[in-house]
C-alpha cells in the first residue's frame, strides 16, 4: 500500500452553529446516530420505509432488497413508478404555481418558469416523442447547454419510460458517435448551438458528424432547440425538426407511463481505467431515492430555499442535482448556462444576490480558479441569503475551504464536502449539516445506510491513519445497476474476488481519522481528475496513437494548482524524436488532435517526447517514473530494472 499513506495534518473542526443546528432537518448528532442505527439493526427496513415515505407509487412494493443475483441488486422490485411524475405532477395541487426554475443566460437573460409550466412543457416534448413512436426503454441521447429544454427532456425522457443519455456538450463528435452507437439511439436531442463565456459552442453541427461518422443508422430523429442567435444550422431533412416545430400542436398533458422500480431510468458514460467508456446504468426507483433523501439530508432542503447547483446536465453532478432531485423535492433551483468567470469573477457572487441563494453547491477547481481572480471579490456582493455550502469532484484543499467558509459563507454556512461518483447516484460520504461538525479537507461521514469502509487488499479494515481502499460493504439503492452492455466488465471493475464479489469498490484510496472522519486521498486506477471531470488515461492514450504520427503514447496527471490534476502526455512519434519548432508544431497539432478525439478537456497540457518510452524488462511502461519525471521530481526509485534508462534523460527535457 506503498504511495497512499495519510499525511494528514489538518486539525480545525467547525460545528454548525445553534441556529443552524436548530431549524435543521437532521439535527443534532444524536439524530444522526439515531438514523445510522436504524440502519444498521435492520437495514432493509430502514431502506423500505425510507422508499415508502419519500416516493409516491403508483404500485407500492413489497419486497426491498433482492440479493440473489449479486452483484446485480434488485431494489424495491415489484414496486411501479414514475420519476416525472414525482418530480412535477405529485407537487401541482400545492405548488402549481411555484417556481420551479429560475434560469440565468450567458448575458444575463433571466426566465423563470413554475412547476406548472414545467409540467406543460415536458408533456409537449413527451408527446411529441411519443407520436414518433418511442417507447418505454428506448434510447434518447440528449447533446444540449445548460437550459431549461434539457431538463425537459430529461423529464419527458422519464414520463414515458425511455432511456437519456445526456452526452456532456464539451465531447467531440466522435465521442458522441461512440455513445450513441453504444446506446443505440433512436433520437437525438441537442440544440443549433449553446453560449458560454460570450462564445458560441457549436452543437448541431457536432452532432452531424457523430452522425455522419458511420454506425449511428439507428437514429431517426435530431430534435434541435434554436438557443442561439443563428437562424439556420446545417440540416438534414426528414431526419433534423426544430424543437418549436417537434412541439407544435402537441397536447399539453401526457399521463406518465408507471415502470418498474428496476426499469433504467439513464445511462450516462464516464471514463474507467480502459479506453472505452463505460455505460454507467440507473434504476428509476433506487436513483429516486437516493437524490430525494440527500436533498434533505445533506442539503437540509427547506421549501423556502433556493437551491442552486453549478454542475452541468451532463455530468451525474447535474442529473441528480440539477435534472432529477431539485424538482422531487419541489424546490426551486437556479439553472446557469454560462460560466464563473463571465463577464468577470463575480458572477457566481452577483447571481446569488440577485437570485436569493440559499444553498450553493460548486467545484473546488471553480473555487480555486476564483481565488486566484480575486480572493476579495465576494466581499462587493450581498451573500446574506446563502445558509448551507457545497462542494463536490476532487478533494478540496482547506486553504480553499477556509476562503469558501469565510467569504463566501460568511464563516456562518456549514460546508457539505460531498465524496461520491456517477456509479452511487447520490451522495455517500457528507455531512449532515446540522449534525455532523465539519473538518476543512474531511468528506466527514457516511449518509445513514451507506455502510462504508476502508480495507486493505485482503478486505479488513485498516486502522485510523493508515490508506486504504475505499469500499462500500453493502448494496445501496442508487448505485449502479449494470454497465449498459457490458455486463462482466462491470463485475470486474466493482466486485473484485479479492473482496467475494462482495464489496462495492470505489477506484479511491482514503483514510480515516481517529473521529472516523474519511479523508479522500485520490484515485487508485488510471483515472485522472482534471478540474473534477474523470478522464482516463487510457482514453487519452488511445486517442493519441490514433494519430498517425504516433507509434507510442502514456499519459499520466500531473498536480495542478487549479485544474487539480492537469494531463501529461509521453509521446513516441513514428518519425524522429522532434525538437524546437517541430515539437511546438507537433504538439498544438496533437493537442488539437485529442481535442477533436475526445474533447477539448481532454487536451494534454503539456507533451514530452522520446525515442521510446522507459519499460522494464517485459514491456510494461513504468507509469510511477513517467509522474515522477511529469512532476520534475528527482528520479529516486530503482531503475535497474529499466531496459532503457537513456530514454529518462530525453524524457526530462522540458521543450
Ligand atoms: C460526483 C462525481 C468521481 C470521483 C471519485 C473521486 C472524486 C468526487 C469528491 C471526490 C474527494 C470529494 N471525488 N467527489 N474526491 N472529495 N468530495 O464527481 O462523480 O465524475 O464520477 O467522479 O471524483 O475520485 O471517485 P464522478
Not at 421 to 448: D, F, I, R
Not at 530 to 540: A, D, F, K
Not at 610 to 625: A, V, Y
Request: hydrophobic residues 40%.
Amino acid at each position: 500500500m506503498s504511495g497512499i499513506d495519510s499525511i494528514l495534518t489538518e486539525t480545525r473542526v467547525f460545528p454548525p452553529s445553534d441556529e443552524f443546528r436548530i431549524n435543521a432537518n437532521i439535527s443534532g448528532m444524536d439524530a444522526y446516530n439515531t438514523l445510522c442505527e436504524q440502519a444498521a439493526s435492520d437495514y432493509e427496513g430502514f431502506w423500505g420505509k425510507q422508499a415508502k415515505e419519500n416516493i409516491t407509487w403508483f404500485k407500492p412494493f413489497t419486497k426491498v432488497l433482492n440479493e440473489s443475483n449479486a452483484p446485480f441488486y434488485k431494489w424495491f422490485e415489484d414496486g411501479e413508478l414514475n420519476v416525472s411524475y414525482n418530480c412535477i405532477d405529485r407537487h401541482l395541487p400545492l405548488l402549481a404555481n411555484k417556481l420551479a426554475i429560475i434560469f440565468e443566460s450567458d448575458n444575463g437573460t433571466v426566465t423563470r418558469i413554475t412547476y406548472m409550466e414545467l409540467y406543460r412543457r415536458v408533456c409537449q416534448f413527451a408527446n411529441g416523442l411519443k407520436s414518433m413512436g418511442i417507447t418505454r426503454g428506448d434510447r434518447v441521447v440528449i447533446y444540449m447547454p445548460m437550459s431549461i429544454e434539457a431538463v425537459v427532456a430529461m423529464q419527458a425522457c422519464a414520463r414515458i419510460g425511455a432511456i437519456h443519455s445526456v452526452v456532456f456538450g464539451g465531447f467531440s463528435g466522435k465521442s458522441l458517435q461512440e455513445r450513441i452507437i453504444d446506446a443505440k439511439a433512436r433520437v437525438v436531442v441537442t440544440a443549433n448551438e449553446g453560449v458560454r463565456g460570450g462564445k458560441l459552442v457549436p452543437l448541431k453541427s457536432v452532432v452531424d458528424e457523430a452522425l455522419d461518422g458511420g454506425g449511428c443508422e439507428c437514429v431517426e430523429r435530431v430534435i434541435v432547440f434554436k438557443r442561439a442567435v443563428h437562424e439556420d444550422a446545417p440540416w438534414t431533412i426528414g431526419r433534423d425538426v426544430w424543437w418549436h416545430d417537434f412541439i407544435k400542436g402537441k397536447p399539453e398533458h401526457c399521463e406518465p407511463t408507471p415502470v418498474n422500480a428496476e426499469d433504467p431510468l439513464f445511462i450516462l458514460y464516464t471514463s474507467g481505467s480502459t479506453g472505452k467508456p463505460k455505460g454507467v446504468q440507473h434504476s428509476s426507483a433506487g436513483y429516486l431515492l437516493g437524490a430525494i433523501n440527500t436533498m434533505r439530508w445533506t442539503f437540509d432542503y427547506k421549501p423556502s430555499d433556493i437551491f442552486w447547483c453549478t454542475a452541468d446536465v451532463g455530468w451525474i453532478t447535474g442529473h441528480t442535482y440539477v435534472g432529477y432531485g431539485p424538482l422531487a423535492v419541489g424546490a426551486t433551483q437556479v439553472i446557469f448556462e454560462g460560466v464563473p468567470t463571465y463577464p468577470d469573477a463575480g458572477r457566481f457572487w452577483k447571481m446569488i444576490e440577485q437570485h436569493r441563494v440559499s444553498v450553493f453547491y460548486t467545484a473546488p477547481t471553480a473555487i480555486r480558479s476564483l481565488i486566484k481572480l480575486g480572493a476579495d471579490i465576494p466581499e462587493q456582493y450581498d451573500l446574506s441569503s446563502l445558509r448551507l455550502l457545497g462542494t463536490v469532484g476532487e478533494p478540496i484543499n482547506p486553504e480553499a475551504w477556509m476562503w469558501y467558509y469565510e467569504k463566501v459563507g460568511g464563516g456562518r454556512c456549514p460546508i457539505a464536502d460531498t465524496w461520491w461518483q456517477t456509479e452511487t447516484g447520490s451522495h455517500m460520504l457528507a455531512p449532515m449539516p446540522g449534525a455532523v461538525p465539519t473538518k476543512p479537507g474531511s468528506c466527514t461521514l457516511p449518509l445513514p445506510g451507506i455502510m462504508a469502509d476502508i480495507v486493505d487488499e485482503a478486505g479488513f479494515p485498516v486502522e485510523a491513519g493508515k490508506g486504504g481502499f475505499l469500499v462500500i460493504k453493502r448494496p445501496f439503492p442508487s448505485q449502479v445497476r449494470t454497465l449498459w452492455n457490458d455486463p462482466e466488465r462491470f463485475k470486474k471493475s466493482y466486485f473484485p474476488e479479492e473482496y467475494n464479489n462482495k464489496y462495492y469498490l470505489a477506484g479511491d484510496s482514503a483514510h480515516r481519522d481517529e473521529q472516523g472522519y474519511f479523508w479522500i486521498m485520490g484515485r487508485i486506477d488510471d483515472v485522472l481528475n482534471v478540474s473534477g471531470h474523470r478522464l482516463g488515461t487510457m482514453e487519452i492514450e488511445s486517442a493519441l496513437v490514433a494519430n498517425p504520427l504516433v507509434a507510442e503514447a502514456a499519459v499520466v496527471g500531473k498536480p495542478h494548482e487549479i485544474k487539480g490534476e492537469s494531463v501529461v502526455a509521453f509521446v513516441v512519434l513514428k518519425g524522429p524524436r522532434p525538437s524546437g519548432e517541430e515539437a511546438k508544431k507537433i504538439t498544438a497539432n496533437l493537442r488539437e488532435w485529442v481535442g477533436s478525439e475526445i474533447g477539448a478537456l481532454a487536451k494534454p497540457d503539456e507533451i514530452r517526447y522520446g525515442d521510446n518510452l522507459p519499460k522494464t524488462r517485459s514491456g510494461k511502461i513504468m507509469r510511477r517514473l513517467l509522474r515522477a519525471v511529469a512532476k520534475g521530481e528527482e528520479i529516486t526509485q530503482d531503475i535497474s530494472t529499466l531496459e532503457n534508462p537513456t530514454i529518462l534523460k530525453q524524457l526530462q527535457e522540458t521543450l
